[in-house]
């Protein structure tokens, strides 16, 4: 972890900006002080690689859009492009875009704000935290040149390790892990700044639908799903409607097809696939969702369809 800080430090002192702006409320000359969260202003950034087993990997700048959010409790991260503002509130593999408390830097889940952080970050520090649906219990491990490494595990066997950059001020990287070891998630930062220049967005999301279909060289398929667009939990409604599909056709008489249309018998969407054909990570939209959607599937052969739908509610802010 020592020779990590070092690296980052050496880095970051060759590329003008990086890691400048937010990190460290200590002696400049020495580390960043951990006992309290950075402060940070609006146009602060962090660049993030991503890696999931179900996604192909991506990268995301993550922005601060607002400084007094929930009536000047929290900041507002949102991110510098709109397909990966769309692609972030689909996909839901980024619990850190929307608000961020200033006491904690915690992140809300399900409308509440979860204490990933407790500061001071101190050796063998304990606390207790929601992430991804889970309930986890968390331990610094470590203190090493200014970054806090945490270790947490939920009732299943899960595991995540995570580590705040007093440098940065904010996430240094992110692994999540199964029983088995394998990852699930992991988050790595490549870069960090201020004064960011640009329109940004913050998508906030909401699951709506999400099925995979697997023939597997079964007999020939017709299938129908249906499924209603309701409001945000929030109670406010979407504006626009986000799909993401994936499709897998093998050889000979494989092939597939997607339908989906709304309420009023409307084609909203509709994909056809032959032998051998394939796509992984489809985007787009449907504006304006509302009512109750049918989705209709055909398959024959070896076919594999997958498709994640999701609401979104847009938020834009020129910086």
Same mark, same amino acid.
């Given at each position: 972890?020592?020779?990590? /800080?070092?690296?980052?430090?050496?880095?970051?002192?060759?590329?003008?900006?990086?890691?400048?702006?937010?990190?460290?409320?200590?002696?400049?000359?020495?580390?960043?002080?951990?006992?309290?969260?950075?402060?940070?202003?609006?146009? #602060?950034?962090?660049?993030?690689?991503?890696?999931?087993?179900?996604?192909?990997?991506?990268?995301?700048?993550?922005?601060?859009?607002?400084?007094?959010?929930?009536?000047?409790? +929290?900041?507002?991260?949102?991110?510098?492009?709109?397909?990966?503002?769309?692609?972030?509130?689909?996909?839901?593999?980024?619990?850190?875009?929307?608000?961020?408390?200033?006491?904690?830097?915690? /992140?809300?889940?399900? $409308?509440?704000?979860?204490?990933?952080?407790?500061?001071?970050?101190?050796?063998?520090?304990?606390?207790?935290?929601?992430?991804?649906?889970?309930?986890?219990?968390?331990?610094?491990?470590?203190?090493?040149?200014?970054?806090?490494?945490?270790? +947490?595990?939920?009732?299943?066997?899960?595991?995540?390790?995570?580590?705040?950059?007093?440098?940065?001020?904010?996430?240094?990287?992110?692994?999540?892990?199964?029983? #088995?070891?394998?990852?699930?998630?992991?988050?790595?930062?490549?870069?960090?700044?201020?004064?960011?220049?640009?329109?940004?967005?913050?998508?906030?999301?909401?699951?709506?639908?999400?099925?995979?279909?697997?023939?597997?060289? $079964?007999?020939?398929?017709?299938?129908?799903?249906?499924?209603?667009?309701?409001?945000?939990?929030?109670? #406010?409604?979407?504006?626009?409607?986000?799909?993401?599909?994936?499709?897998?056709?093998?050889?000979?008489?494989?092939?597939?097809?997607?339908?989906?249309?709304?309420?009023?018998?409307?084609? /909203?969407?509709?994909?056809?696939?032959?032998? $051998?054909?394939?796509?992984?990570?489809?985007?787009?939209?449907?504006?304006?969702?509302?009512?109750?959607?049918?989705?209709?599937?055909?398959?024959? $052969?070896?076919?594999?369809?997958?498709?994640?739908?999701?609401?979104?509610?847009?938020?834009?802010?020129?910086?």
């Amino acid at each position: 972890m020592r020779a990590y /800080a070092l690296v980052l430090v050496m880095l970051c002192a060759s590329l003008s900006g990086c890691l400048g702006g937010s990190g460290g409320n200590g002696d400049p000359m020495g580390d960043p002080d951990l006992s309290s969260p950075a402060n940070w202003s609006v146009g #602060d950034w962090w660049l993030y690689t991503f890696s999931t087993p179900e996604w192909e990997d991506d990268s995301a700048r993550l922005v601060v859009a607002e400084v007094d959010a929930e009536d000047g409790t +929290a900041y507002m991260l949102a991110i510098s492009s709109h397909r990966e503002a769309r692609r972030h509130a689909v996909l839901n593999h980024n619990p850190f875009l929307g608000r961020i408390t200033h006491d904690n830097l915690s /992140a809300y889940e399900n $409308g509440v704000p979860s204490p990933v952080f407790s500061f001071p970050l101190t050796q063998g520090k304990q606390w207790s935290f929601t992430l991804f649906g889970e309930d986890w219990n968390t331990t610094v491990t470590s203190i090493s040149s200014g970054v806090a490494t945490m270790y +947490a595990e939920n009732a299943a066997g899960q595991s995540i390790l995570y580590s705040y950059d007093g440098w940065s001020g904010f996430l240094s990287s992110v692994t999540w892990q199964d029983v #088995d070891g394998t990852d699930l998630l992991r988050m790595r930062l490549v870069g960090s700044g201020v004064d960011h220049s640009g329109e940004v967005w913050f998508i906030r999301g909401g699951d709506i639908f999400a099925k995979e279909y697997d023939n597997q060289g $079964g007999a020939d398929a017709d299938v129908e799903d249906s499924f209603f667009v309701n409001d945000h939990p929030s109670g #406010d409604g979407y504006d626009e409607m986000i799909y993401w599909l994936s499709a897998d056709m093998g050889g000979g008489t494989s092939s597939g097809t997607l339908t989906l249309r709304d309420h009023a018998s409307i084609t /909203a969407y509709a994909r056809e696939w032959g032998p $051998g054909a394939s796509e992984d990570g489809q985007m787009g939209t449907i504006p304006y969702p509302s009512g109750e959607y049918t989705l209709t599937i055909t398959q024959t $052969g070896d076919s594999y369809i997958w498709i994640v739908v999701a609401g979104g509610i847009t938020y834009s802010w020129s910086l």
